[in-house]
């Protein structure tokens, strides 16, 4: 879909991190099979459009601050989510991103306009009054799991999509009201929805990437930009020379990239640039390990990997380990002693850890979550009188 096409449904996402547009392109697949193809959709990043130089850098940062200093960024985090300096993101954004976003809304003229990106609501919402056709709902998909930035309570939307009851509990004690809140679960790719694959699948799969059948498929990922100390933990599973075939998901780290071509770790190993779609990767593995980023650890337990969280990026990720380890989804793992101790662990036959995780994370998962909101999105298509019709409330996450 081009700029000046018009479309039923226009979700707003940015480049900051590979969370915000993976969550984004699974709604839009979702919407696209429950519609048959009937609902238009069009998916906007303003991040790539030439309308702020500033809010262009600032985008362009988020890779490498991620990557070479996540303290920093924890820092930048906490003082955006501050009443004082978020007050003034928002009218920088406004001025920077608003005038060209309501041109966008203009030209899609949606019914429903849905955001993916908690520093993108005000202008997105903004853009929407100035280019409003009738009366389009606006409609937040919050892409946390347990918490998160500010952004996502104001404006006020019609509908707010949580991930989880933690997070839908943050909203309600932000001040959003219980009505506009639905828990759909965490949207992903909805190919993940069979969940996990049968044995003999797994393994025509794993052989058709390069890996080997038999041992433990360990994905090591660290988001888009690649973050979450890599090759650190590469060379710690590399060392162990366990029965382990090991993918890395180096996303933007082309440096982390390079150094896995030169040098071998210990163990087979793949190295992965960025990829629009880890699903396969994700269905031919056992295990996840790294951060806590919220999509990670969605996507993998939807594909019914055991869970091992090995750090977060401060700030929005820093309380996701413990949530998921309370579930009992999750192993948290620090340092190298532990790391290795749990993998082999998990290379024993006889160790029932394996299938607990997986278990656990089974449990927790939602894979249905991008189907549960294009349920809600197309539920504000239908009209009744001229006004929206209420969507119903999505199914609880114990539901």
């Known amino acids: 879909m081009n700029r000046s096409d018009a479309a039923e449904v226009q979700i707003w996402a940015a ?110 919402r903004l853009g929407m009054d ?102 650190r933990l590469a060379r710690w599973v590399g060392q162990s020379r366990l029965p382990i075939h090991l993918v890395v998901a180096c996303g933007n780290n082309q440096r982390v990239r390079s150094w896995l071509r030169r040098n071998s770790v210990g163990v087979p190993t793949i190295a992965l640039g960025f990829q629009p779609s880890l699903t396969p990767w994700l269905q031919a593995a056992d295990v996840y390990l790294g951060k806590a980023g919220p999509s990670s650890l969605a996507e993998a337990a939807a594909a019914g990997l055991a869970l091992l969280v090995a750090g977060a990026l401060p700030g929005q990720e820093e309380n996701n380990g413990a949530a998921l380890a309370a579930a009992g989804a999750a192993l948290q793992v620090r340092g190298e002693v532990q790391v290795l101790s749990t993998l082999r662990r998990l290379c024993d036959p006889a160790d029932t850890l394996l299938a607990e995780l997986q278990a656990g994370s089974r449990q927790w998962a939602r894979p249905d979550a991008a189907s549960r909101a294009a349920e809600v999105v197309v539920s504000f298509l239908n009209r009744d009188g001229g006004a929206l019709a209420p969507p119903p409330r999505a199914r609880s996450a114990s539901g």
């Open 15 to 124: 480049g900051t991190g590979g969370g915000h547009l993976s969550v984004a392109h699974a709604l839009v697949t979702a919407l696209q099979q429950r519609a048959g193809g009937a609902v238009s959709v069009a998916l906007d990043d303003p991040t790539l459009e030439p309308i702020g130089r500033a809010a262009r850098r600032l985008a362009l940062a988020y890779g490498p601050l991620v990557r070479a200093s996540p303290a920093l960024w924890g820092a930048v985090y906490r003082g955006f989510s501050s009443p004082g300096l978020s007050s003034g993101m928002d009218r920088f954004l406004v001025r920077q991103l608003g005038p060209a976003m309501a041109e966008r809304s203009r030209a899609r003229a949606a019914r429903v306009i849905v955001n993916c990106h908690p520093l993108l609501g005000l202008p997105a």
């Open 130 to 231: 100035q280019a409003a056709r009738g009366a389009p709902a606006f409609i937040t998909v919050m892409t946390d799991l347990v918490g998160g930035h500010k952004g996502w309570l104001a404006p006020r939307p019609d509908a707010i999509l949580t991930a989880t009851a933690e997070a839908t509990d943050w909203c309600l004690r932000g001040g959003l009201s219980a009505e506009l809140v639905r828990q759909t679960g965490l949207p992903v790719d909805p190919a993940l929805q069979g969940g996990a694959l049968t044995p003999a699948s797994r393994r025509q799969l794993r052989r058709s990437l390069g890996m080997d059948p038999d041992a433990l498929g360990v994905l090591l990922g660290g988001g888009a930009e690649g973050a979450g100390d890599l090759q």
